[in-house]
């Protein structure tokens, strides 16, 4: 008898805080006190436990006084799923179960009369909570067990009942238990899955290019709409495919995201994280409890929560009940929804877990709203079907001219507005004017070609004269108009590629300069300054690539195949004469704040360095990027790289990648860190991404064993993405190195994670993916690696894991070699007779090395009483010539021997693989 604790954890919306079960088992009156602010569904929990304990085969201490303290005691308790941990407790203060084994453990369930457990709402967020006070261990019901493994670092077990938790405590046997009944929960969501964003395109309406250019202005600044028009005029189809034009989530987005449906109890575990934004079109006689949340008891999440970084559609609003209208003001106007009852005030829409020290995030929403400005939408245009054999209308579809653009075209226009303009988490709720990524190409080369003196602006010098010019580099301020136009560049007469105005190229070297500033790199590469012809790179050449890799983005293959053909000078010329190519309107926004000096000032002043193709220490492998195409609409040699650290990178050429899923589990970040220990203790570095996961277990596998490790980063080298890996990237930067392509100071963006993750293939001589889901960046790296002709391998996991589906996937289709730990992968990138591996084998023993016929006559040898040679025989199968033969060789080596009654087996005959011992407690 004494005193024992478990951990649990109550939800306050869908911010979990940790309640330590405390139960006393002593002598005096019996009874069962239940103290600590526990609502009536957690006082009901002494009939379902005692029934619990004594169904299960186990004691309840009904001959003495129970009592259980839920601690903080100030802290109201609901929801049934405490019940695990006050069995737990009770049990071990009973002396059931050793009070030690219940440390540093989670326990979730409600339990049945019978000793089952049945589902509890809320699970991710519950771990969420544990892992953030230290806790390790969770034990939630079998069904939930994907669900709380999307929490990485703690390790999950899934349970049937109350028995096989305490036998899985006890490191016993689990005892069989019926499944567990599946949650009451029901999805009122009217959203039918990911699948349908396959379905549905914003250019797939026609005849709205106006209505579709304000969705996007308010999908960029997180403003309502109201949509008005006529029956069949497409407001439900807008709707409906405006979720395909918002970015993907940020894991801290799916985390909040994941955590309010499961709090809601709408949460499909096969299906992972939510990555994509959601959308809820509730029907107009809906409660109001039922849009903003409620509910007696615990605060359930609304329609508006579940939409949460979403769409929240309401048709036919001016049907919506009075009051529904007016509780949807506040949240309109703070980006907030909090519903308060009479001892608690929660926001369901925000997820304290990913929200610490920020202000509330905004539920994203696109509403129907009476103080939104009206959109007036015309009736679509029908479709045009494809004209039929002996039908009237035979004529070729043409392009529609108001056709908008597809769904990724519209995402990338919608996440670049946010990067300039804030995103809504600035201001929320409140009018922003339209970002500049938003006005329509046509209208922007108006205004530049009517506003006097926008050409000049444009192409000056930034350093010392007129604002808005482009750096000017050392060396000839000008060259003679005829060199220049022999050697196809640009003179003082005008420009010669991509100017306004129509000017026809004469002549083979400027017209190929127009084509690679409009379309990108051309089809054979030219000589790059530098390594690659042995010349040394002149200063002019270093920090006209400065200037272009500050200006430009990581990865952008037309920016990076101007500078292959005509060299960094040359490129920066002609994207800094003004003009209507793509490449000019993407740079010229950044061009005139560039300073080359400034920006290596910076640079050297945190430690950075600026490398190109001219260094010693250039990559060589690099150059197969110039041959691997495009991916993601990105590609090519990258114009330098930015290196924090001391370690040189042309020592990478032998390099291996180990990249995969950020939610790991903890097998796949068990693998990663074995695998890049045992490379470094090989020589071999490892090169990662430094994200969550399997890049952090990487990273950390070879710094154990003080192996060169390299973090290629998405954003500037100076910066710390994620910040929780600050100590990590730190200490890679001040022992190994952290390579960027981007520079000082660049946040780290969706698409600089798509161009990031090419260099980690061309740098490395092979990738392994340890895990990887379907939509996983790991993938992205993999397929790299194959148009690099890199060895890819992958890692096997659990055929029920879906962080392992991607690497399953690689395995299955041959794009992947199977390997499984850190011997088989330097076999793979070692050189021809390298770290060569021998087939295992199990152990082999003295009977292995008997004859076929002896062990043949050895398993016809009974094991108590002696048995005569001719019984043997005709056990064996055998003639008595050889059965005696084979006795005899038996006896010699002390598997046989003879007794009075015939021969019987030896100890080591009994011992032998053909007769194991049996395991105690067996039957």
């Not at 499909?268 to 079109?281: I, Q, S």
């Not at 890679?732 to 780290?748: D, F, I, K, N």
């Not at 003295?846 to 016809?860: M, Y």
């Amino acid at each position: 008898m004494g005193v024992a604790g478990a951990r649990a954890v109550v939800l306050n919306g869908a911010l979990g805080h940790l309640v330590d079960v405390q139960a006393d088992v002593s002598r005096g009156q019996a009874g069962f006190t239940l103290v600590g602010r526990a609502a009536p569904s957690v006082r009901e929990a002494h009939d379902r436990v005692r029934m619990a304990v004594l169904n299960s085969g186990m004691e309840w201490p009904s001959a003495y006084r129970v009592t259980v303290l839920l601690s903080p005691a100030d802290l109201p308790k609901s929801g049934t799923h405490l019940d695990l941990a006050i069995a737990l407790s009770v049990l071990a203060a009973d002396g059931s179960l050793e009070p030690g084994k219940l440390d540093r453990t989670l326990f979730v369930g409600e339990l049945t009369l019978s000793g089952g457990l049945r589902p509890a709402f809320g699970v991710l967020p519950m771990v969420l909570a544990g892992v953030e006070h230290g806790l390790t261990r969770v034990l939630v019901p079998e069904p939930q067990q994907d669900e709380a493994m999307m929490v990485p670092g703690v390790e999950v077990h899934g349970v049937r009942s109350l028995a096989q938790a305490v036998a899985l405590l006890n490191d016993e046997e689990r005892p069989d238990a019926p499944p567990v009944a599946a949650s009451s929960g029901t999805q009122l969501l009217t959203w039918r899955g990911d699948e349908r964003l396959d379905e549905l395109d914003l250019a797939d309406l026609h005849g709205i290019d106006d209505v579709k250019v304000a969705v996007e202005v308010a999908a960029a600044g997180g403003h309502s709409i109201l949509l008005s028009g006529p029956k069949g005029a497409g407001k439900t189809s807008i709707a409906e495919r405006i979720p395909t034009i918002l970015p993907d989530l940020t894991r801290e987005e799916s985390v909040e995201l994941t955590a309010v449906h499961s709090l809601a109890g709408t949460l499909d575990p096969a299906r992972g994280m939510l990555t994509r934004p959601p959308y809820a079109a509730p029907h107009h006689d809906a409660s109001k409890a039922s849009i903003v949340g409620g509910g007696h008891g615990q605060v359930r999440p609304g329609e508006i929560s579940r939409a949460h970084l979403g769409v929240l559609f309401l048709d036919e609003f001016p049907l919506f009940r009075a009051d529904v209208v007016d509780a949807l003001r506040q949240p309109l106007e703070s980006g907030d929804i909090t519903v308060a009852r009479q001892e608690e005030s929660v926001t369901p829409a925000r997820a304290g877990a990913a929200g610490a020290g920020r202000q509330p995030v905004p539920v994203r929403r696109l509403l129907q709203c009476p103080r939104a400005r009206p959109v007036q939408v015309p009736r679509a245009a029908p479709p045009r079907l494809p004209a039929q054999a002996g039908g009237a209308d035979r004529r070729p579809a043409r392009h529609h001219p108001a056709r908008g653009p597809r769904a990724g075209v519209g995402r990338r226009r919608v996440r670049a507005a946010r990067a300039v303009g804030g995103g809504p988490e600035q201001s929320p709720g409140r009018a922003r004017p339209p970002a500049p990524a938003l006005r329509r190409p046509r209208l922007a080369a108006q205004r530049a070609r009517a506003e006097p003196g926008a050409q000049a602006r444009v192409a000056g010098d930034a350093r010392g004269r007129a604002p808005g010019r482009p750096p000017r580099l050392p060396g000839p301020a000008q060259r003679p108009r005829r060199r220049a136009r022999d050697a196809g560049g640009v003179d003082d007469r005008g420009p010669a590629v991509g100017a306004l105005g129509p000017r026809r190229a004469s002549g083979g070297g400027r017209g190929r300069r127009r084509a690679a500033v409009a379309h990108g790199p051309a089809a054979g590469p030219a000589a790059v300054p530098g390594r690659g012809d042995g010349r040394p790179m002149s200063d002019e050449e270093r920090l006209a690539r400065v200037t272009l890799s500050v200006a430009g983005e990581p990865g952008d293959y037309r920016l990076l195949g101007l500078v292959e053909q005509l060299g960094a000078v040359e490129a920066l010329r002609a994207i800094a004469t003004p003009g209507q190519t793509e490449l000019f309107r993407a740079v010229s926004s950044r061009l005139p704040q560039v300073d080359p000096h400034r920006a290596l000032e910076t640079a050297e002043r945190v430690g950075v360095r600026f490398v190109t193709p001219a260094d010693a220490e250039w990559p060589e492998q690099l150059a197969d990027l110039a041959h691997a195409g495009l991916l993601h609409e990105r590609g090519g040699v990258p114009i330098g790289l930015w290196v924090k650290g001391p370690m040189r990178l042309d020592e990478l050429a032998g390099s291996v990648a180990v990249v995969g899923s950020r939610s790991a589990t903890s097998y796949g970040e068990d693998v990663a860190r074995d695998v890049a220990a045992e490379l470094g203790l090989a020589g071999v570095p490892t090169v990662s991404g430094g994200a969550y996961g399997i890049d952090h277990a990487a990273h950390r596998g070879a710094a154990s064993v003080r192996a060169p490790t390299v973090a290629v980063l998405a954003c500037g080298p100076d910066r710390a993405y994620p910040l929780e890996h600050r100590e990590m990237l730190a200490y890679l930067a001040r022992e190994h190195a952290v390579v960027s392509e981007a520079p000082v100071g660049a946040s780290p963006h969706r698409i600089r994670f798509l161009a990031r993750n090419r260099l980690i293939a061309a740098l490395t001589r092979g990738t392994l993916v340890v895990e990887a889901a379907y939509r996983s960046g790991a993938l992205s790296t993999s397929h790299w690696a194959q148009r690099l002709n890199r060895v890819v391998m992958a890692v096997p996991g659990p055929v029920t894991s879906a962080t392992s589906e991607g690497a399953h996937g690689l395995i299955r289709r041959g794009a992947a070699t199977l390997v499984t730990r850190g011997a088989e992968v330097l076999e793979l990138v070692g050189a021809a007779g390298e770290h060569l591996l021998t087939e295992p084998r199990g152990p082999e023993n003295e009977r292995d090395r008997l004859p076929v016929k002896a062990r043949q006559v050895l398993d016809a040898v009974p094991v108590g009483r002696g048995a005569t040679a001719e019984s043997i025989a005709v056990v064996a199968g055998l003639d008595v010539v050889d059965v005696q033969r084979a006795l005899t060789r038996l006896e010699a080596g002390g598997f046989v021997e003879h007794a009075p009654g015939g021969w019987v087996l030896t100890a080591a005959g009994r011992a032998s693989p053909s007769r194991p011992a049996p395991v105690r407690g067996s039957r």
